[in-house]
């Protein structure tokens, strides 16, 4: 089985601080992605990665970046958190490819910023 | 940008009916793929069913399947014989180009 897993399931942060969020999948995935998810929002894609190092804005970039170092970690930082990025965070990743599209979802990670 | 529209935020059905969530979506391509995901409380995200848009078959799961309607960028999930367990969020997703883009969901409410 595929596994997708980040590394806070709830987080509480104080306004101003830098926060990483990390996710690692363990299926040698080529694509990762990262969500937030609000209500009556649905899932809005912030960054996505095609390979290491790589990296291309989503929808909704704005306040946070990315990292890719290695093919298996996709780190998402909050340089300096705000109250309006306390949402749900989904990280995903996919094989790749035409034929092979199906993201993987991990749990997610509850943030609070306060 | 591709846009993905679920009009129907809750939806609620009796035990073992059927019931049709609603999707709608607008792409310029014609070569894409289109996914229903389920959410239940447990937040995980659950693959539920796929459709390949150059195929005209509808697809089907058990007791999940879709009205893949090509010419008017529809995509609707039937749920034949709910069960309680069908309780979640359904979100409906487009994909083209390694990226993945979602509805902004339908609740479904099982009553028993």
């Known amino acids: 089985d595929v596994k997708v897993t980040q590394s806070s399931r709830y987080l509480v942060k104080r306004t101003g601080e830098k926060v990483f969020l990390e996710c690692v999948q363990d299926?040698?995935?080529?694509?990762m992605f990262w969500y937030r998810q609000d209500p009556g929002l649905g899932l809005r894609l912030i960054y996505f990665s095609y390979d290491v190092k790589m990296k291309e804005k989503g929808d909704i970039p704005e306040g946070y970046s990315v990292s890719r170092e290695k093919k298996e970690r996709f780190s998402l930082i909050l340089e300096s958190a705000s109250t309006n990025q306390t949402s749900m965070y989904l990280c995903a990743s996919s094989l790749g490819g035409l034929l092979n599209t199906e993201a993987f979802f991990g749990q997610g990670t509850r943030l609070t910023v306060v | 940008a591709q846009t993905v529209t679920q009009s129907q935020p809750e939806m609620s059905v009796q035990e073992a009916e059927t019931v049709t969530l609603s999707c709608t979506y607008d792409?310029?391509?014609?070569?894409?793929?289109l996914f229903w995901y389920k959410q239940p409380p447990s937040r995980q995200m659950i693959l539920v069913i796929r459709q390949e848009a150059y195929k005209q078959q509808n697809a089907t799961e058990n007791r999940f399947s879709v009205n893949f309607q090509k010419a008017a960028k529809s995509f609707s999930l039937k749920i034949s014989d709910s069960q309680l367990g069908d309780a979640a969020m359904y979100f409906c997703?487009?994909?083209?180009?390694?990226?993945?883009?979602f509805g902004t969901g339908t609740r479904l409410t099982i009553i028993p």
């Open positions: 299926m040698d995935h080529e694509n």
């Open positions: 792409t310029s391509e014609s070569d894409y793929y």
């Open positions: 997703a487009y994909f083209r180009g390694e990226k993945l883009t």
